[in-house]
């Protein structure tokens, strides 16, 4: 792995491990008020929400990247290896092709967001940027995918069977 992608994936590691502290802190302080003090925190749920959407679309460009989506392998162990290193960059252009087309839909859905002023309930926090930042995860991730079709990298080898 170059240094760039290891200084990346530390720094997105780091910062999804302190997304994920902070909406445990949030969830013990919410149940802690709620039940001992009879006093929720307001618009806990929303900060949540919203927490949770940016740590699961900020994952999904580093799983795609390490590979680590799940597959299943039925025909990688019928393969010849050069047939499996095609089928691999067919799936990364499938995929990357997808995710473009995601993108695209997700972003023109922000601009309906945007356009309408769209707020969370309780908080009025605005939820387009929130969607914009989707549609970039998404659009990130196919563009590992395209980059994953000139160099594959180490992905899914065959098992040898017992």
Do not use: C
Not at 64 to 84: C, G, K, T, Y
Not at 107 to 114: C, M, T
């Amino acid at each position: 792995m170059k240094a760039w992608e290891t200084i990346a994936d530390a720094v997105l590691g780091i910062a999804a491990s302190a997304i994920l502290f902070a909406m445990m802190l949030l969830t013990f302080v919410d149940v802690v008020a709620r039940y001992v003090f009879n006093f929720p925190l307001r618009g806990a749920f929303e900060i949540t929400e919203l927490m949770l959407l940016v740590l699961i679309f900020a994952g999904l460009p580093l799983v795609s990247h390490a590979d680590e989506h799940v597959s299943m392998d039925f025909i990688d162990r019928l393969l010849p290896p050069r047939a499996l290193a095609m089928l691999l960059r067919a799936v990364h252009v499938l995929v990357a092709a997808v995710m473009f087309f995601l993108a695209w839909q997700v972003s023109i859905k922000a601009g309906r967001l945007a356009g309408y002023g769209d707020t969370t309930d309780v908080l009025k926090i605005l939820v387009s940027p929130f969607i914009y930042f989707m549609a970039a995860m998404i659009a990130l991730t196919g563009i590992v995918h395209v980059f994953k079709v000139f160099v594959p990298g180490t992905g899914r080898a065959p098992q040898p069977t017992a």
